[in-house]
């Protein structure tokens, strides 16, 4: 299992960069004290991969799922950019 799941959307025609990210962890995860462990460590994944591999005109949501608070950190690195790639939403390099 997965240690987020993201979710992705056409981000609105009035906002530009760089890219919006959300995150939410519920009860199920745990108590306030997980919770915020979980929250803390997508932020810190997201702030290393979302600004260089992301594509801009999409917000991203990030939800947090108990399996976050035992994957390793770089695992979870590796997933938020496999997801990236698997939703079509890594930018695109210009020349």
Known sequence: ?????????????????PARV???????VGNAVARNRVRRRLREI????????ARPDLDYVLVGRQAALARDFATLRRELQ?????????????P
């Open 46 to 53: 997201a702030r290393q991969v979302i600004p260089g591999e």
């Open 82 to 94: 496999e997801a990236l790639r698997r939703l079509k939403a890594v930018a695109t390099a210009t």
């Open 22 to 28: 959300g995150f939410t962890v519920s009860r199920k």
């Open 1 to 17: 299992m997965p240690g987020f799941v993201l979710q992705v959307a056409p981000a609105p025609a009035d906002v530009r960069p």
